[in-house]
């Protein structure tokens, strides 16, 4: 592309001005949040929470993504075909599966290993937007610990047990929860 294409239209930056030179609006911005916390403090309500004394209140679970689960069908397997698209859509990679020939004849594979890397994970989401029968769900858990990194990787039990704590709270969202693909 040449600088004197017709097609190309060239923009100019606009000159900052000196409220913007000065950093005048973001240093108002900073100080009118710190102003709000600290009359919400003088008229006696709590800007913080003493974690783990006081549990957090999570104003939405249903948007909150935490700790993965893997979801059962109706006949109590796991929901999982085994087609890699969230290890695929993963950026962080922290999805391994290994698959196995089903024995159910409702479909070809299954997982014989699911493996979630819960210290990679970055908790985007990608990878229940890109199940296609909505297996994996990250629920509204926060407080994952472990002692070890080999705590913090969850396998294909681990997962369903997740699912077995979650389902009476989160029921899962897809409309067809009971039906496989």
């Known amino acids: ?24 609006p973001l240093v108002t911005h900073g100080l009118t949040t710190t102003l709000r916390h600290l009359a919400a403090a003088l008229a006696g309500k709590t800007v913080t929470v003493s974690y783990p004394e006081e549990e957090p209140q999570i104003d939405n679970p249903l948007i909150y993504r935490g700790v993965h689960r893997l979801n059962r069908d109706a ?6 075909v085994a087609c890699f698209l969230c290890a695929t859509a ?10 196995a020939e089903s024995p159910w004849p409702d479909r070809e594979k299954y997982p ?10 970055i908790y985007c ?3 229940e937007q890109a199940c296609p029968v909505d297996a994996i769900e990250l629920t ?25 704590a979650t389902i009476d709270r989160e029921p899962m969202r897809s409309a067809d929860a009971g039906e496989t693909a």
Do not use: Q
């Open 90 to 99: 993963c950026p962080a990679h922290c999805i391994d599966i290994v698959a």
């Open 140 to 164: 509204s858990l926060y407080n994952l610990t472990g002692c070890s990194r080999e705590e913090m990787v969850y396998d294909k039990e681990k997962l369903l047990s997740v699912y077995d």
């Open 112 to 121: 014989a290993s699911f493996v979630v890397d819960e210290l990679r994970c």
């Open 1 to 24: 592309m040449k600088a004197d294409d017709p097609r190309v239209k060239w923009l100019d930056v606009p000159p900052m001005g000196l409220a913007e030179k000065l950093y005048l």
């Open 125 to 127: 989401g990608m990878c």
């Open 75 to 80: 006949e109590g397997r796991v929901k999982c």
